[in-house]
């Protein structure tokens, strides 16, 4: 597998990550809505230009991850991949908040859903261009990466890997220790993507919040979850 660059791009409360490869790149997840300018100086910055960016892959639409999708789809021509049962949501600019996953969450997800505007939660809207079922392979953009289908934080909860490197978007968090996500539509089937994630021949994993993740102890995480 190639050699792969990353650049974690900080967008609010989410990160986006730029991936670099034989001078090919692409850019995993857009951020918060209005954080475009941190992106295309990373990446100007790097002595690349945004009309040369090869793919968006979105790990998910909630608004964290797909705020700048339409900008940066706009003013580069890339590409957006996502999973096909995000894909209306991609189209509608919209993503509902998911259920909590301990009770203080379940509350503020209460809250949030008959209390906040749903303006909050809003991004631009943007055609997908590329749906997937199970998984999707880059090599048709040039780029050694695929792509596997991890539902549980979302339906359409998705990851690239590439160069031994897993981008997790929501599926794990590293905020204060490594976290079971503090949202998810369906626990089940997110304790069967994190087996999903450990069975991976990678030595990292790169969340959308906090820092990248060893697989040791990511195993440890899923020790202290009972997963093994």
Do not use: C
């Not at 792509?147 to 794990?172: C, E, N, Q, W």
């Not at 968090?173 to 990678?202: C, H, R, T």
Request: charged share 20%; glycine share 8%.
């Amino acid at each position: 597998m190639k050699k792969t660059k990353v650049s974690p791009i900080l967008t609010g409360t989410a990160q986006a990550f730029l991936l670099i490869q034989d001078g090919k790149f692409g850019l995993v997840d857009s951020g918060n809505r209005n954080t475009e300018k941190r992106i295309l100086k990373a990446i100007t910055s790097r002595g690349l230009k945004i009309k040369e960016l090869g793919f968006i892959f979105l790990t998910h639409t909630h608004f964290d991850h797909a705020g700048n999708a339409a900008i940066l789809k706009k003013l580069s021509g890339a590409p957006i991949i996502v999973h096909q049962s995000e894909a209306d949501y991609l189209r509608n600019g919209f993503h509902p908040i998911p259920n909590g996953t301990n009770p203080l969450y379940k509350f503020i997800v209460f809250l949030g859903r008959h209390l906040a505007n749903k303006k909050f939660s809003a991004f631009d809207a943007t055609e997908p261009d590329e749906l997937f079922e199970s998984r999707f392979n880059l090599q048709s953009f040039g780029f050694d990466a695929q792509i596997i289908h991890t539902p549980g934080h979302t339906s359409g909860s998705s990851i690239l890997i590439t160069d031994r490197k897993a981008f997790v978007g929501d599926t794990v968090f590293n905020v204060m220790g490594i976290k079971y996500p503090l949202f998810a539509n369906d626990e089940v089937q997110l304790l069967k993507s994190w087996q999903q994630l450990l069975d991976l021949d990678v030595d990292f994993y790169y969340p959308a919040h906090g820092k990248r993740i060893k697989k040791t102890e990511f195993i440890k995480a899923l020790k202290k979850h009972g997963i093994m």
